[in-house]
Each structure stands twice: as C-alpha cells, then as structure tokens.
C-alpha cells in the first residue's frame, strides 16, 4: 500500500469516529436558540426549537439559565465541527475505495476482539481479485456479510458497542434479525439454516444479536483461506466453494437482479478458477463431495458456460 493511499485510509478513519463522537455529544445537547423579547423596560427570554414543522418555546422568564446557554453555545460549536469534518470525508471519499476501507477497519475490529466470525458475500471478490490476482469484476455493493455459527463459540462482545465510533446504529429486518447502518454501507449477520429451517432470527447472546438462517450457508466453512493483513487476519471461504455456493443460491433468488449478480460473481470465479491447472482439481474435486442434486446444478452451470471445462 502506497504511503499516500494508506495516509488517506487513516485519515478517513480518523474523520469517521470523529463524526460519531461528535454526534453522540450532540444528542445530550440541547436543541435551538435563545430568544429574547423586551417587554416594557424587562426582557424576557425564551428557549426555542424546531420538532418538524412546528416551533416550541419554552419561556425562562427574566433571568436565562446560564447552563443552558452554554449547553446550547456547544452545541452550535458541534455542530459546525460536524460540517467541517463531513467536508474532510467528502474529499477522501472522492480519492478512495470507502466500502473497501469501511469494511478492512470493521474486520480488524472484530479481529482484534477475538469475534468468530467469517466474512462472506459480495465483498469476498474484491478480497480474493486483491490476494489471488484474479480478474474479477468491480462488484458494487452495499452489504457487508458476516457468517456467524450458532451455537456460538467465541468470545463474549457487545458488537453494536464495537461498530457505534465507525458511525453504525443498530436496525432491525422484518424476521427480528439485527443489521447494522451508517446510511451508506449495511453490515447483516447470517448463520446456516438447521434441519427443515425457520422464518424466526436466532439469538446469539454472546454477541448481544439476532442472525438470520439460510440454506447452503454450512458449505462455507469446507474449505477456507485465512487472509493476513498487517496487525491481524481473518477467514473467507475458498474461491472454488464460494463459486459453488453462487450457483446454488442463484436458484432459489426470487429478484432477478440478485440471481444476475450471483452468476456474474459465479462465473466470474469459475473463468478464474479453470485457467489453473491445480485450482481446477481442488474445484472438481470439492463438486464430488457436495450431495448428488447439488453437483448436477452445479455442473450442468459449468457444462452451460464453461463447455471445454468438462472435456
């Protein structure tokens, strides 16, 4: 990493937790102005603020609060702080890859704090384009996707504590399950869905969430690469078993651009993966292990767009 690009991620880190520091102060702060009318030969004053389209006032009588102005002076102070530092993002932003520094500073933090769990997804391409020098395409996305088995085994962390100073608030899907936002990026935790499966989150109390189960998820842990970086590493499933995981999710996806991405993604790999003599055995030979309907989707994907793969 060049010494100018990895300025700028610390940089861009730094603003981050900066904007939610700020924020946070800013939410124990009171709203609005203070007022004054004269009345006579006494002034009177007021505490004003906006909730919507309305504007409530408060009257203080003759003598203000001195803590209030105060309190209310900080805030001003803040709030201006927040304008300067949004600017200092938005110059970053423009030179480098957020998602890809959002998502590295998550992953360190949850390494750090001993979380066991692997990243999955859509953003496990730009990982392994970066690591393995495949030429994979440019994948924009907004989820970042965390696999979690339940029961868990790990250590015990708050993560809605550990995600709040790179500005995420916790939210909540349709099934009880906990995501995590910071307006742009979505982090989602799913674990592998067990027996005849279930509409219901699981709750995993150690990490103080709810993950949603789905099928096909358990394949993700056959084969795994542990990527390092500097200061700490962290699990991804192998290429050739998120390729077969793509093509099989792809054909259970109701939305037509969800399944359109997953065999971009899928095939994408697979090109990849059949330009190399050994990563070509490791795929086939991970195919003859999967239950005898997967391996049919799977190869007849293959056969389909890859035909001279199965010769």
Known sequence: MS????????????????????DEEIKA??????????????????????????????????????????????????????????????????????LQITADEIIRVFSENKINVMLIGSYCLPVIREHLKFNLPTIKTQDIDFLVKTPYKGNKVDVEQLLK??????????????????GLYKVEFLTPEKGRGSDRAVTVDSLKIKVTPLRYLQMLYDHQMIIKEEGYSYPIPSPWVLACHKILISERRKSSGKRDKDILQANALLRELLRKKDLTEKLFSYIKTLPPKWRKVIKDHTAAQFPESLT
């Open 29 to 98: 702060l009171p709203p609005g102005s203070i007022s004054l009318k004269k009345i006579g030969t006494t002034t009177y004053y007021y505490h004003q603020w906006r909730e919507g389209r309305r504007v409530r006032s408060v009257s203080m009588g003759a003598n203000p609060s001195a803590d209030l102005a105060e309190k209310i002076n900080r805030r001003k102070s803040l709030e201006q702080q927040r304008k300067n530092v949004l600017g200092e993002i938005s110059v970053i932003a423009r030179a480098v890859n957020t």
């Open 3 to 22: 010494v100018i690009k990895k300025t700028l991620k610390e940089n861009y880190i730094f603003f981050v937790r900066e904007l939610s520091r700020i």
């Open 165 to 182: 100073p790179l500005g995420f608030s916790i939210g909540f899907n349709p099934d009880g399950s906990t995501y995590f936002t910071n």
